[in-house]
């Protein structure tokens, strides 16, 4: 075979072997697999890039509310009015309320093209810190036959305040503060994820959040 015979031939080859590995496979590719551009910002926010940042925050501080309760130091001797002494204290505290958001799974998070519905559990009063500049201590109502200010023991003085802590506990589990501090804790989600989102993404979706 001569090379002039030869020469249309491997032209019919170069042709074919060309259609099969470059023209036929763009014939059978799928238009769903393309990533359009003005697309990108959407596609990359997956519930598992909110997942992985809610849970480097793992206690959010929501809410803190300032404190007050009274305590009496009662050291009289029986139920005679002369022989009374009684101290009043008057103790300043801050409360803080918590979201755990250690527990939040794929499942607590709905997204569709325009909207993001999170859910969280409630906010929990976590703590009571006792201001010590700012508790104040009332002279001692003393009886006639009592004389002197009330005097207790820095094991009393740690009891009381216990109590004191525990009493502010329970004040906080008050629905009205429960309330303030899931308004806060709202606000404090829908911050958090502007942060995480960036403002621009954040604008893209309204944002809803619900108790669970």
Request: net charge negative; proline share 5%; with cysteine.
């Amino acid at each position: 075979l001569s090379l002039h015979d030869a020469l249309p031939i491997c032209t019919c080859i170069g042709f074919l072997l060309s259609y099969f590995f470059f023209i036929s496979p763009l014939k059978d590719s799928k238009p769903a697999d393309v990533l359009y551009p003005s697309n990108i910002s959407k596609k990359v926010v997956t519930k598992e890039v909110l997942i992985n940042k809610i849970n480097e925050m793992q206690d959010l501080i929501t809410l803190q509310v300032d404190l007050s309760e009274k305590m009496s130091i009662d050291d009289s001797w029986g139920n005679f009015p002369i022989f009374k002494k009684i101290t009043d204290i008057n103790y300043a505290g801050t409360g803080t309320y918590v979201l755990s958001l250690a527990d939040i799974k794929p499942d607590n998070i709905n997204m569709t093209s325009k909207s993001i519905t999170i859910k969280i559990p409630e906010p929990t009063a976590k703590s009571v810190n006792i201001d010590k500049d700012k508790t104040t201590f009332e002279p001692t109502e003393n009886g006639l036959l009592r004389f002197g200010d009330t005097k207790i023991t820095p094991a009393e003085y740690a009891e009381l305040e216990s109590a004191v802590q525990e009493k502010m506990l329970l004040k906080m589990q008050e629905p009205e503060l429960l309330d303030k501090a899931k308004d806060s804790s709202t606000k404090a989600v829908e911050n958090f994820l502007k942060t995480a989102l960036t403002e621009k993404v954040y604008n893209q979706y309204s944002i809803k959040v619900i108790y669970q």
